[in-house]
């Protein structure tokens, strides 16, 4: 055991929180490792009215990710840690022909830096003799639960985290311990009278403040197998992989999403269609992709096409109109004959 560690559960808490934010965390805190019971309700609840949209992960077992020692008995604490991704991540800007966006979070593999960060505030921890485990993105756990009872921010309407200058661009991960420290408090702020995030949703997913209709949620919908809903179609845009419009319109997330000039963010969607499954498991592999296949961002694309493409990528998208997966040739048909319209017509039948 390292003796270097205090016995204390208040001194440990400062040396954690010193060492997470030395590490590279924009913001740490401690919570205990009860029950979010609360949570547990929510999650049931609109598992059970179908907000969930088909969506798995921590509404598959609500009952697991809501007490974080069902998985890991041990627990009694949870060093949270949370890490923005903007300004690295850049912006998309505006639409450029021929390009697909990408949402901010995933341009890069923004849990990376949050687990490396982690790693270290687990190893001391270890070093001093006790359990601890990084927990992040990670379906044994509600990370953005743990992040407002460590005090990192606020549920917001939206449904994200929101914290004071770094506002919904954060990501979560917790390092789950047997060690006795002191919580750090929650904080005492809300979104007040601010709804600017609902009316910013295109298909209007935010239902109510704070609440979700994942059958309606263009990032749900990018991520899930099968067709796009043709009524949803022309709001994917641009999109390929998730959606960012409810964190753009987000007050406090203004100063950090204004700080970068940088342009990233964007996918040649022809590129996109011509690459083979290596090729895009190997650019895009940070990706939720189900069953690890790409078809799903190839669907994506074509959408993306039928909504922006131009004469220039018929081609391209009439190489799928016959594909032996019958999601890809309904999409691709729906998008060729979108772009010939938009073509002038010309005479032009698909292939």
Known sequence: MDGSFPNSPGERQRVLVDLGLAAGLDRVGVASAEPFEDVRRVLAERKAAGLHGG????????????????????????????????PVAGSPGDAVPGTGRIARFAVDDSYRPLRAALGRLADTLSAAGHRAEIVSDDNRLVDRAAAVRAGLGWWGKNTMVLAPGEGPWMLFGSVVTDADIEPTRPMRRDCGTCEACLPACPTGALVAPGVLDARLCLAAIAQREGSVPETLRQAMGDRVYGCDDCLDACPPGHRLAGSTEQRRGRVGLVALLEASDAELLHEFGRFYLPRRRPDVLRRNALVALGNTGDSSSLDAVGRYVDHPDPVLAEHARWAYTRIEARAGGGGRRLP
């Open 55 to 86: 969506l798995t992960f921590t509404f598959n077992n609500p009952e697991r990710s809501s007490d974080v020692r069902t998985s890991l008995p041990w627990a009694r604490s949870l060093v949270v840690g949370g890490s923005a991704y903007l």
